[in-house]
């Protein structure tokens, strides 16, 4: 049987029908939950230290697939686990979202985001859920952890002087903080890495211009990593969605993986 033939007029005007419903069909459905898992290594040397970076749960809920990101950052045997704030947006998932986080096999360290301050919710049950892991929720301090070679700052964004916990020049100093922006408040002093997160990476990338949009205190640092006075920036994408924004497009959540 033969196929009848496709008018080069009919081809173009059906790939501007289908090429449109490929994309919103990506973005919400395929893209929320396909979870990507980077690999980034710090410096020339052999790495010593091997850690996984992952931030903004905004979980709502969606049991599955947070037990399913756990899965894989346990299934990467780090030697810890580093979170750049927002575990929920509402207090009802609180409880329900510890209970998944608590399976993390790794000391957990984390430091709060903005969404974590307007839930309203007490502290005390993340800082137990944390310190369960064998980590600690940080809160504008610091922890020397990795049996004393490594000195892990945490900086809430909470206060406007947060910024100002010293570095340990004998050590691998990392800071963790949730608003990317906020690197410009540390150029005075030098560190090893900084880990952010809070942009979502826009959540929406168009090619080769980048992020339709991102939220207050990201400036250009929306994704990826960044050479800053400070030391190296990285920004992740994160895991969840802001509100009720349930879609990405050319912008997975993801799980990084840091060698330093």
Same mark, same amino acid.
């Given at each position: ?6 008018? %080069? ?6 790939? @501007?029908?289908?090429? /449109?419903?490929? $994309? ?26 091997? @850690?996984?970076?992952?931030?903004? &749960?905004?979980?709502?809920? *969606?049991? %599955?697939? =947070?037990?399913?990101?756990?899965? %894989?950052?346990?299934? @990467? ?22 209970? $998944? ?7 957990? #360290? ?15 049950? $993340?800082?137990?859920?944390f310190k369960s892991t064998g980590g600690a929720w940080l809160l504008d301090e610091q922890c020397v952890?990795?049996?004393?070679? $490594?000195? &892990? ?11 100002? =916990?010293?570095?340990n020049p004998a050590l691998v100093n990392i800071v963790l903080m949730h608003y990317p922006a906020w690197?410009?408040? @540390? *150029? ?6 900084? &880990? ?15 992020? !339709?949009?991102? /939220?207050?205190?990201? *400036?250009?640092? *929306? &994704? ?9 920036? #990285? ?7 802001? #509100?009720?924004?349930? !879609? ?13």
């Open positions: 049987m033969k196929l009848p033939r496709l008018s %080069r007029r009919k081809f173009i005007a059906t790939a @501007l029908v289908a090429i /449109p419903s490929m $994309i919103v069909a990506d973005a919400l459905l395929l893209e929320p939950t396909w979870l990507k898992v980077r690999h980034l290594r710090i410096g020339t040397s052999q790495p010593k230290h091997r @850690l996984v970076h992952f931030t903004d &749960l905004h979980h709502k809920g *969606d049991t %599955r697939y =947070l037990k399913g990101v756990v899965e %894989r950052i346990n299934s @990467l045997a780090p030697d810890f686990v580093c979170f750049t704030g927002d575990i929920i947006e509402e207090a009802k998932y609180l409880e329900e979202a510890l209970e $998944i986080l608590s399976g993390i096999k790794a000391p957990m #360290y984390g430091v709060p985001g903005n969404h974590d301050y307007w839930s309203k919710v007490p502290f005390e049950s $993340i800082v137990k859920c952890i990795a049996n004393g070679k $490594i000195n &892990l700052i945490g900086i809430t964004c909470n206060q406007a002087n947060q910024a100002r =916990l010293p570095h690197v410009k408040k @540390l *150029d005075q002093q030098k560190f090893d890495l900084l &880990l952010a997160g809070h942009s979502h990476g826009g959540q929406v990338r168009v090619p080769f211009y980048g992020p !339709f949009m991102v /939220p207050y205190a990201v *400036d250009e640092f *929306d &994704l990826g990593l960044f050479q800053t006075k400070p030391g190296p920036l #990285y920004v992740n994408s994160g895991i969840g969605y802001i #509100y009720e924004y349930n !879609f990405r497009f050319n912008c997975r959540p993801e799980i990084t993986v840091i060698e330093i």
